[in-house]
């Protein structure tokens, strides 16, 4: 069964500074997406990585992919409060349909 | 519409009733995902259709759960004998299957399922 786990979990983290989060997949995939969640809100897509060594850039958001080491991370620079939300990684289940299994999230809270 | 659609947004209902969620995709998505979210929790998937099909339904956790899209757009998901523990949001996706289509999936906003 497909596992994917990322860390942290939670995340307080000052405005300015840099943090990266990770996630971790257990079986191979070449797809890849983050997802991020408002409290009350549904799921709105970040990025979408479909190979090795795939990165993609939105303002202070960048996400890599890693198939070999079947990892990919969430780089967040100069963080700002409109960033806090809870982020999802998920991975393609592989039975050709794009169905995905997700993460936990990680709960991201920046404060000034 | 523009967006999928999910209705109802909130169900309260007592243990043992049954309860009928809906989701209307966005048109011309021909893939279309049910999951489950628990507080705290990431969404758990339950069942994916191909047009009218159910391609994947692995995530079903029992028997009281059924789901169907007999015209291959509008899809219900259905429980039956309702538990406390399935209280939850229930979450409907939809995406574009083959060629260059990346496999996004796009989610409505939820309903809202409490057993009482």
């Known amino acids: 069964e497909l596992k994917v786990e990322q860390n942290p979990l939670f995340l307080s983290m000052q405005e300015g500074k840099n943090y990266t989060i990770y996630c971790n997949y257990s079986t191979t995939s070449d797809r890849l997406y983050w997802y991020r969640q408002d409290p009350g809100k549904s799921l709105e897509s970040l990025f979408v990585?479909?190979?090795?060594?795939a990165v993609k850039q939105e303002g202070r958001l960048m996400a890599s992919l890693d198939t070999k080491a079947r990892l990919s991370t969430l780089h967040i620079t100069a963080a700002v409060h409109d960033l806090s939300a809870t982020y999802f990684c998920?991975?393609?289940?592989?039975?050709?349909?794009?169905?995905?299994?997700f993460g936990k999230g990680t709960s991201l809270l920046v404060t000034p | 519409g523009a967006g999928v659609s999910q209705t109802p947004s909130n169900k309260v209902t007592e243990k043992g009733k049954y309860v009928e969620l809906r989701c209307d995709p966005i048109?011309?998505?021909?893939?279309l995902y049910w999951y489950r979210q628990s507080l705290g929790q990431g969404p758990e998937f339950l069942i994916y259709f191909q047009g009218t099909g159910a391609a994947d339904d692995s995530g079903l956790p029992n028997d009281r759960f059924f789901a169907v899209r007999p015209e291959g757009s509008v899809s219900t998901l259905k429980i039956q004998r309702t538990e406390r523990g399935d209280s939850a949001v229930y979450l409907c996706?939809?995406?574009?299957?083959?060629?260059?289509?990346?496999?996004?999936?796009?989610f409505g906003e939820g309903s809202r399922l409490t057993v009482l």
């Open positions: 048109s011309g998505h021909t893939a």
């Open positions: 996706a939809s995406s574009l299957l083959g060629g260059v289509n990346t496999g996004e999936l796009f």
């Open positions: 990585l479909l190979s090795n060594g």
């Open positions: 998920a991975v393609d289940r592989g039975n050709s349909g794009y169905a995905l299994n």
